[in-house]
Each structure stands twice: as structure tokens, then as C-alpha cells.
């Protein structure tokens, strides 16, 4: 087995305390961020990578950040509309934000609904570009795997039939 590569450690991983051992080999999957609620992957970075095998951990990490990024940016907007929706409704009906007991107030499943629907409707279009892009960028990664798995595979050939005419 060759010598042990690196990580690359994003800086909010490594102040959330998450941190593969360093005698690791493999990618890791860290605790889910707080603000898109997706698992950020810690990708393993081998010694003697190829350019192939680099350029497809660079596009797996930027599809990451993006990926990150727009889901951070869509679950504020969601809370926040999600609050200013609970806000008005209560609002109309004359009651507050907390009962008399200091309880937080509610709406029903079918008022909530209404909120997702209209939520859902509205981000339509960013949804659907999104979900394009996201298959785009999925088929390269997928595309350029098959590539890195045959070159891995020539290269083990390769190595074997080195070893025995030798």
C-alpha cells in the first residue's frame, strides 16, 4: 500500500471539531451543516494523484460548495418566508406570536400546506435550474469516474505486466 495522502479540510469543518484520522484513506462524510442541512464530504487527497483523478475531486468539491451554498441561501429564504407567512395568518385571526402561556402559536397542517404550495410555487423556476444544473454536473462526475476507474485499472495492468517481464 503507498504511502498515505492529505485531506482538504474546509476551515468550518475543522472548527466544528470534525476531522478524519490522519491514517485514512478514504473520503469522509461529516455532521450535517447547520444551514443547508446537507453532510459535507471530506474528500481524501492521494499522494501520487493524477490529473485526471485531481480534476475530478476539484469538480466534486465545487459542485459541493454550490450545491452547499444554494441550499444554505434556499433554507433562510424558506424560514423566513416560512415566518413572516405564520406572522400575517396570526395576525389576521388577532392572535400573537405566543399564547397566554407563553407557548409558541401554530397554524393547522391545511394553512401550513397552503404556505408550501405558494413556497413551492414561487421558487418553481429557480428549482427546476437547479435541479438542471445539479444533473449536469452529476453526469460529468459519473462520466469522469468511469474515466479515473479505467485509467486506475490500466495502470494496475500496466504495472503487472512491468513486474512479470522484469
Known amino acids: 500500500m503507498g504511502t498515505a495522502g492529505t485531506f482538504q479540510i474546509d476551515h ?3 472548527t466544528s471539531g470534525f476531522c478524519p484520522p490522519s491514517h485514512s484513506c478514504h473520503d469522509w462524510i461529516g455532521p450535517p451543516d447547520q444551514r443547508s442541512n446537507l453532510r459535507p464530504v471530506i474528500f481524501y487527497v492521494p499522494k501520487h494523484e493524477s490529473p485526471l483523478e485531481c480534476r475530478l ?3 466534486r468539491q465545487e459542485t459541493q460548495a454550490w450545491n452547499q451554498q444554494f441550499w444554505a441561501n434556499q433554507n433562510v429564504l424558506f424560514r423566513k418566508e416560512k415566518e413572516e407567512f405564520v406572522h400575517s395568518r396570526l ?6 406570536l405566543r399564547d397566554e ?10 394553512e401550513m400546506a397552503e ?20 444533473y449536469k454536473r ?3 462526475i459519473t462520466f469522469i469516474m468511469g ?15 512491468i513486474k512479470t517481464e522484469g
Open 101 to 110: 402561556k407563553g407557548r409558541k402559536a401554530t397554524l393547522d397542517a391545511e
Open 115 to 134: 404556505f408550501y404550495q405558494l413556497f413551492l410555487s414561487k421558487n418553481f423556476k429557480k428549482h427546476l435550474l437547479y435541479n438542471r444544473d445539479w
Open 57 to 59: 475531486r476539484e469538480l
Open 138 to 140: 452529476n453526469f460529468t
Open 12 to 14: 468550518e469543518l475543522k
Open 91 to 96: 395576525k389576521a385571526k388577532g392572535l400573537e
Open 147 to 161: 474515466q479515473v476507474a479505467f485509467e486506475r485499472a490500466w495502470r494496475r495492468l500496466g504495472l503487472k505486466k
